[in-house]
């Protein structure tokens, strides 16, 4: 079985920063892209931040230069660390693995439960 488990949302001010991170389990890690997405109240899911297998990484526009995407192998956890946070931000913020299951070839998309981060002004 598969998990996704984010943490480290919460309540901040603008400025502020979080690191999220997203523990994983049941899948080939080190040959999983990895990514952030985020979707606010009344909008679609978007797209923040993804890392490759290789760690190539690249971010949506608002993020660049604020937001960080990393993985740490070993660990089988990506993280996001996000500075100078804005209200903008503000959204559940979701993990999504692109990989396959121990034992599968099959390429599969999975998702964490999310976690909230509000930024207030």
């Known amino acids: 079985q598969v998990q996704l488990v984010e943490s480290g949302g919460g309540l901040v001010q603008a400025g502020e920063s979080l690191r999220l991170t997203c523990a994983t389990s049941g899948i080939i890690f080190r040959s999983s892209d990895m990514a952030w997405y985020r979707q606010a109240p009344g909008k679609q899911r978007e797209l923040v931040a993804q890392?490759?297998?290789?760690?190539?990484?690249n971010y949506v526009d608002s993020v660049k230069g604020r937001f960080t995407i990393s993985r740490d192998n070993y660990k089988k956890a990506t993280y996001l660390q996000m500075n100078s946070l804005k209200p903008e931000d503000t959204a559940v913020y979701f993990c999504?693995?692109?990989?396959?299951?121990?034992?599968?070839?099959?390429?599969?998309?999975?998702w964490g439960q999310g976690t909230q981060v509000t930024v207030s002004s």
């Open positions: 890392i490759t297998s290789d760690s190539t990484t």
């Open positions: 999504n693995a692109k990989g396959a299951r121990y034992g599968r070839s099959q390429i599969n998309y999975y």
